[in-house]
Every structure is written in C-alpha cells, then in structure tokens.
C-alpha cells in the first residue's frame, strides 16, 4: 500500500477521492451543523500533508492548474448569476453602500494591512487586497441560519457577499493583469493598450455570450429544455477560453459578467439554471478547496511568523470595521446594526481558491512573494470562519440583533383551521406567518392578532417581505390545490422537501387524479382535505397543545385522549415536524403535541403533573358576516 501512494494514486482514483472528501466532508458539515469550510480544510490537510494519500502534483500533474481555474471561473460565473438586481428589496439602499463604497474601501484597508502587517510586496498585496472583498457567501448563509439574524443585517451581510463575491475576484483580475503588464517589460503606452484591449474584449465577449448567446437564444425557443444546461456549460468553458487566450486570466472577467447579464434577464427557465449551478457549484467548490488544502505545503505555513497573526487581527478589528463603518456612515441603520455587520465578515471558498491562482500566477511572474499568498489566505479564512462560528449567534444576541430561536412555521392559506392552528402555536411562544393571495382570507387571522402577509409567496414582493431563513416549516393549506402543489413544489429545493407539508388534495385517493411523489409537500393529517378539517372543527374539534413528561408518556395521552387526532410535535428546541401518515410517533420527554381533540375528550382528565400542561386554543372568532 505504501508503494502504490508512494507512486500516486492515478488520475481516476484521485478525482474519486477528491469528490468522496469533498462532498463527504459537506455533507458531514450539515449533519453536524459546522461550517462546511472548516471540514473540508481539515479533510484536504489530511488526505494530503497528513496521510500523503493526495498529492495534487503527483496525482494530477500538469493538469492541477487548468483544473483550479476552470473551477473557479464556474464558480466565479455562479458568483455572476445570483446577482438579480431585482432582489436586493430594501437592502437595496446599504447593500450598494457597501459595494460602491465599501468594496474600493475594503481593497485599500486590505492592501494596507498585507503591506504593514503581513510584510507583503505592494504588487502581492494589490492582488490579494482585491480578493480579500469577497466576504463568503457560501459560508455567511449558514452561519446566519444557525445565528437567526434579525431580518435585515442578516438581508445586508447576505447581499455583501452575493455581490461583492465576483467584484473582487474582478479586482483581484484587474491588479493581476497589471502586474503582468509591468513584469512583461512593454512600454507604459503599449501596456495600457494591451491591458484595456484585454479586459474591453473580456467584458463585451461575456456581455455578447450572456445576451445573445444565452438569454435571446433561450427566450425564443432556438434551444430545446434538454438541452439548455448543456449549452449554458459550453458556452461558459468557450467564453473562458477564448478570453484568456487573448489576455490571460481575462477569462474571469468574462464568465462573471456572462452570469451577471444572464441573471437579469428574467428568463422563464431561471430555475433549471439555478439547479445547475448550485449542483456545479457544490461539487466544484468541494473540489478545489480540497485539491487546494492538499497541496498546501506545509512548510510555507510553518514560516509564517508573528506578521501572519498580526495580519488577521488587523484584519478583523481594523480593516473590515473600518470599512463598513465609513460605507454606511449618514444612513438610517441604528448603530448596533452597523457594528454589528463591522465585526462580522467571514471569508469563504472562493478566497481561499481565488487567492491560491493569482499565488501561483505571481510566483511565476517574478513576484517572489506571491508563493505567500496560499498560506495567508488559508490562515484568514480559517481563523474567521472559526470566529464567527462561535460567536455570531452570542453576537448577535449580545447586540440585541438575534430573531427568535425557535424556527417558526410559514402557513399558506388563511382559514379558519389555519388561524386556529397558528393562534395555538403562537400562544406557544412559537414564531407563525400566514400567507394567501387573496386578502379576504386573511381578515379572520389579522382579527386574531396573528402576523400575515397578503400576496403570493412565490412573488418578488415575498422575497423582499418574507425571510425564508426565519422558518424552519412550510405549510401549503390554500381551498386551491394547485397552488398548494405550486408552492410546495417551488420551496422544497431550498427549504428541503422534509420540512415543506401540503394538505390532502381533493380525489387525490383515485388514480386518475393522483400525482408523481416529485410533486407537491408530504402528506399529513390522514388524507383529509381543508374541507374535512373545517368541518371537524363545526362539530366542535378543538387544537390542543399537551407536553410530555418522564411521568406523562405518549401512551398516557393516548390513554387520556380518545380519538385525537395528531397534527404536529414539538421537539425541545422548537422544531416543527408535522405527523405524517406514516410517522410511528415516537415522541419523547420534554417534546410537545399539538392535536385535534373531539368534544368527548376536551375534558377529559388529565394526570396532575405540574411539567404536563394542556394549552387550549383561544375561542374560535366570530363567524364572518
């Protein structure tokens, strides 16, 4: 076994290792809920300098360096297509304060502290300055998942680092082209021509390919749906290649504004575009992190001396604060948001593969310190992911910025058996949200009190409204089953199909109506439709919410409550989990069920546990007239 690593793994062998790490080490980063990045720098480090079961320039030889940079211009152009402008809702106003403003800002601070701090070259330190504006997006979501940010700092750090994500690779492609320009020993006038010829024809090719290429070919038909995922990736390879192949590295820019000219283009097959890039870009970023993280030497990390720390804590208490702070200075956001967003700036996967390029780049363009920039960049990113992944959450609450920490339940559909469901969990101090396109149907649950939205929330005014991160279940409950398949259909890809729920359709138990299992939310209740749950509730069916104990089990409720009918539990931190029609219930100590009871058992009794309560909904309202 040792000759056989010894002699490297082969190239097949070690794209499988590559990708059973990266995923693996992702998929373990969800379970555990840990930011995937660290994870997946732990597994690179180990399968390489650790076991030397991965050599990247062994095992893939010349081939290393074109793999890296056409995964991170897919990357890069992943970067580009989340940019729909028509999104940023009232984020609008600070998010582009931190990118007209805070980006140059951020490149300056950034460039200082690598210059002074980190003992850089001012030509190294331009080309990682740029870079370091990039805040993460892929590791700033998670993050605030598990910290439940108040809406809006989490809309403005959300939108940061979707933005400025390709801005500062671009930077980062700007000042490289320039240090190229200057070590190629061409005249001041001949270089700028050959710079501004390059990067002119990057953005247009890119506009061109986006535009005519992509979008008008799409939106008249020209390419069949099969084969338009197809035809987006060649394209993309295509607008890389022949970009930099007239000024290197020029292909960056391309594919970025390529992705950016698609994304607004409000073409009706958006979604399948989606799906592409997020399944593209969660292999790709797994693999360059771990191929990078395996060839990291680690020698180069062991000469990092005191300018190394020096250079993340200017970082982190000088150059990201001072940045946001001057960005957002003169507008209406309280201080506590402002500092709040001034402490927290994690970087992510694209600036540790980004920087770990343009290393390589200057290294063999004479910049003797570029080989510098891999192991700094692995240093920032570990120590801030590290941070902030400890103390968002305490931050956030320290500041008084923190949502509720239970994950709340968005209902669609206003009834009177969806009002009557949310009054009850809502006396449960859990977090509820009525929807419905139709406003008539929200007056009996605003009469209630209850917080409602009226619109379609699938619309872009429910994406400016509604943040999907506050809640942990969707429950599609419209008189109109389409629209409950519609929705439930459209949320399960991003909120996962396990936490999206869908009242039983009308003939849904007759063949010729029943739709694919690929449609519509999981099934609760026992196939009763909103029709049948109303009329229980005219026989006087009422929701009742018990906790279990050590010494009041489930069969004791069962015991207790003839005939109830079981709608959701309750786990002891406030998840929601609806009972579906398979579900063996098998509730513990300390979790809560809220069911349906008829009129016999209402008032039946109940063992005197103190920890054992019965929460009855509030009365029903009035009949409307």
């Known amino acids: 076994m040792a000759t056989e690593v010894a002699a490297g793994l082969g190239p097949v062998m070690a794209f499988a290792l590559v990708g059973v790490c990266g995923v693996g080490a992702q998929w373990l980063a969800w379970r555990l809920r840990l930011p995937a990045i660290v994870l997946m720098l732990a597994v690179g480090l180990l399968v390489g300098p650790g076991l030397g079961l991965l050599i990247p320039a062994r095992d893939f030889g010349a081939l290393t360096g074109p793999l890296i940079s056409l995964a991170v211009a897919v990357i890069l152009f992943e970067g580009g297509l989340s940019l729909d402008l028509h999104r940023l809702g009232d984020a609008r106003a600070g998010v582009r304060r931190l990118v007209l403003i805070g980006a140059p800002l951020g ?12 003992g850089l070259s001012w030509e190294a330190a331009t080309v990682f300055g740029g870079i370091m504006i990039v805040t993460g997006p892929t590791v700033i979501a998670p993050l605030l998942r598990q910290a439940r940010l108040a809406r809006r700092p989490a809309q403005l750090l959300q939108w940061e680092a979707i933005v400025n994500d390709p801005i500062g690779a671009l930077a980062a492609v700007l000042a490289f082209e320039v240090v190229l320009v200057l070590h190629s020993g061409l005249g001041v006038t001949e270089a700028v021509l050959d710079l501004a010829i390059g990067i002119g024809f990057a953005a247009a090719l890119g ?26 990736f060649v394209t993309l390879l295509a607008v890389f290649a022949v970009s930099d192949a007239v000024l290197h590295e020029s292909g960056l820019l391309a594919v970025t504004v390529m992705g950016l000219v698609i994304a607004n283009a409000d073409l009706p097959s958006m979604t399948e575009l989606r799906r ?26 062991a000469q ?88 968002l959450g305490p931050m956030a609450r320290r500041f008084g910025l923190a949502g509720t920490d239970a994950p709340g339940l968005l209902i669609v559909g206003g009834s009177r058996f969806t009002t009557d469901l949310a009054q009850t969990l809502a006396k449960a101090d859990l977090p509820v949200l009525i929807t419905d396109p139709n406003h008539a149907h929200l007056i009996r649950p605003r009469a209630a009190g ?47 199909r396990e936490a999206v729920w869908q009242i039983a359709r ?53 015991a207790k409550r003839p005939g109830a009918l079981a709608i959701l539990r309750i786990d002891a931190k406030g998840a929601l989990r609806f009972v579906s029609d398979t ?43």
């Open 107 to 118: 490149w300056l601070m950034s460039t200082l502290a690598l210059v002074y701090a980190a």
């Open 207 to 232: 506009a061109a390919a986006g535009y005519f290429g992509i979008a008008r070919a799409f939106r008249r038909g020209l390419v069949p749906e099969y084969m338009k995922v197809p035809v987006l």
């Open 276 to 301: 592409f890039k997020e399944h593209a870009t969660v292999l790709l970023v797994s693999g360059v992190f771990i191929l990078l993280a395996a060839g990291l030497d680690l020698a180069q990390v």
């Open 304 to 391: 990092l001396d005191w300018r190394a720390a020096a250079f993340v804590g200017a970082v982190i208490l000088l150059a990201r604060p001072a940045t946001v702070l001057l960005a957002l200075l003169g507008t209406a956001l309280p201080w506590r948001e402002r500092a709040f967003i001034a402490l927290t700036g994690p970087r992510g996967v694209v600036l540790v593969a980004v920087a770990g390029l343009f290393g390589q780049r200057l290294a063999e363009a004479g910049v003797a310190d570029g080989a510098r920039i891999g192991p700094l960049a692995f240093i920032l990113v570990l120590s801030t992911v590290v941070l902030h992944g400890f103390t």
């Open 450 to 496: 209850l917080r409602t939205f009226y619109g379609d929330v699938l619309g872009e005014a429910a994406e400016d409204s509604i943040e999907l991160l506050s809640f942990g279940t969707v429950l599609a409950a419209t008189d109109n089953d389409a629209y409950n398949t519609l929705v439930a259909t459209d949320l399960a890809p991003e909120l996962g």
């Open 506 to 558: 009308q003939k849904e138990d007759r063949p010729r109506h029943a739709l694919p299992k690929q449609l519509g939310g999981r099934p609760f209740g026992g196939g009763r439709t909103l029709a049948a749950f109303e009329d229980l509730l005219d026989q006087g069916w009422r929701f009742r919410l018990t906790r279990l104990t050590e010494e009041y089990r489930l069969d004791d409720w069962r």
């Open 583 to 625: 579900d063996t219930m098998k509730a513990e100590p300390g979790q809560r069920i809220l069911a349906l009871l008829p009129p016999e058992a209402q008032d039946a009794p109940v063992v005197p546990q103190p920890a054992a309560s019965d929460t009855p909904a509030p009365a029903p309202a009035a009949p409307l007239p």
